[in-house]
Nanobody, 124 residues
Framework: QVHLVESGGGLVQPGGSLRLSCQVSGRRLALNSMGWYRQAPGQQRELVASITVDGITDFADSLKDRFSISRDTDKNTVALQMNKLIPEDTAVYFC??????????????????WGQGTQVTVSF
C-alpha cells in the first residue's frame, strides 16, 4: 500500500508564492518518479511537473519559468515551489507517485498513486 500526504496549499494573492510538499510512504517502495498535477474546475487534470529518482524533470511548458520541483530520495518527498502565481493557477493540486510493482523479485509493471489533493487559490 502506498500513501501520499500533501501539504502547503491555500489562498495567495497574485504575484505571491506557495510551496507544496508531498510525503510518499509504503512498504518496500520502489519509486520511478514523483510529481504534481492540477485540475481546475471543469478542466482535465494536467501535468504541472515531475521528477524521476535520477533527477530528470518534466514541466508543463507554460509553467517552467515560474515553478520548480525538487525531491529528497532518502525521505521520499517531493516539493513544488510556485512563484509569481496568477489566478489561472487556481486549481486542486495532486501529488503523484509512479511506482514499480515488485513482489518476490517479480516485476509486475508500474502503477500511479495519487494524493487527495490540496486546493490552491490565487485571488485578491
Amino acid at each position: 500500500q502506498v500513501h501520499l500526504v500533501e501539504s502547503g496549499g491555500g489562498l495567495v494573492q497574485p504575484g505571491g508564492s506557495l510551496r507544496l510538499s508531498c510525503q510518499v510512504s509504503g512498504r518496500r517502495l520502489a519509486l520511478n518518479s514523483m510529481g504534481w498535477y492540477r485540475q481546475a474546475p471543469g478542466q482535465q487534470r494536467e501535468l504541472v511537473a515531475s521528477i524521476t529518482v535520477d533527477g530528470i524533470t518534466d514541466f508543463a511548458d507554460s509553467l517552467k519559468d515560474r515553478f520548480s520541483i525538487s525531491r529528497d530520495t532518502d525521505k521520499n518527498t517531493v516539493a513544488l515551489q510556485m512563484n509569481k502565481l496568477i489566478p489561472e493557477d487556481t486549481a486542486v493540486y495532486f501529488c503523484n507517485a509512479n511506482v514499480r510493482m515488485i513482489d518476490r523479485d517479480i516485476y509486475y509493471g508500474d502503477r500511479d498513486y495519487w494524493g487527495q489533493g490540496t486546493q490552491v487559490t490565487v485571488s485578491f
